[in-house]
């Protein structure tokens, strides 16, 4: 069965940081592309960032970048994004999430985590 | 970037009912489309990709069309599992964005 789990949310001060996790399971992670998607309370979603199977390629959305990192450890079979000089426009559930295979730079999700919340507040 | 527009941004219906939620692409991004279905405090569920490809274990009574800049998911006898807010995304080009949400409600 593929699970996806989050962990590292919680609340923070504007200005810091904080490191989310997510521990895979249930198929091979060195293989997929992995992607963190965002939700602010109330909202729709909002893709922030990707890492290819390889870490060759990285992308992010213009809202974070320069301020979030993503990276993954493939013997750990663990994605992480690591969110420096928080704002409260990033307050949101934080999802991990699995790339399909296709042809195309991206591709469609088909396995989510359940989210890890992250809550920038002084 | 790409921007996604779905229409409307909600509806009521009722249980049986035939349920029609519109994606319109900034430009054209070909068949690159997927529909995913958000039920509330859950995770994401991928529905439909390339426009028009059922996911794996998604029932039949879900089914996408278009290509270019207009989609179409459609519900052909709403159940009541499927209350719950449906976003599209295109997957053309980075970033890979979604569409607002069109949350289906009870009528």
């Known amino acids: 069965e593929v699970q996806l789990v989050e962990s590292g949310g919680g609340l923070v001060k504007p200005g810091g940081s904080l490191r989310l996790s997510c521990a895979v399971s249930?198929?091979?992670?060195?293989?997929?592309?992995m992607n963190w998607v965002r939700q602010a309370p109330g909202k729709g979603l909002e893709w922030v960032s990707s890492?290819?199977?390889?870490?060759?390629?990285?992308y992010y959305a213009d809202s974070v970048k320069g301020r979030f990192t993503i990276s993954r450890d493939n013997a750990k079979n663990s994605l992480y994004l690591q969110m420096n000089s928080l704002r409260a426009e990033d307050t949101a559930v934080y999802y991990c999430?699995?790339?399909?295979?296709?042809?195309?730079?991206?591709?469609?999700?088909?396995?989510w985590g359940q989210g890890a919340l992250a809550t920038v507040s002084s | 970037d790409i921007q996604m527009t779905q229409s409307p941004s909600s509806l009521s219906a009722s249980v049986g009912d035939r349920v029609t939620i519109t994606c319109r692409a900034s430009?054209?991004?070909?068949?690159?489309l997927s529909w995913y279905q958000q039920q509330p405090r859950k995770a994401p569920q991928l529905l439909i990709h390339?426009?028009?490809s059922l996911q794996s274990g998604v029932p039949s009574r879900f089914s996408g069309s278009g290509s270019g800049t207009d989609f179409t998911l459609t519900i052909s006898s709403l159940q009541p599992d499927d209350f719950a807010t449906y976003y599209c995304?295109?997957?053309?080009?980075?970033?890979?964005?979604f569409g607002q949400g069109t949350k289906v409600e009870i009528k």
């Open positions: 995304q295109q997957t053309y080009s980075t970033p890979p964005t």
């Open positions: 430009q054209s991004i070909s068949t690159y």
């Open positions: 390339a426009a028009s």
């Open positions: 249930g198929f091979t992670f060195s293989t997929y592309t």
């Open positions: 890492i290819s199977s390889s870490s060759s390629y990285i």
């Open positions: 999430a699995r790339e399909t295979y296709c042809s195309t730079p991206n591709c469609p999700l088909d396995y």
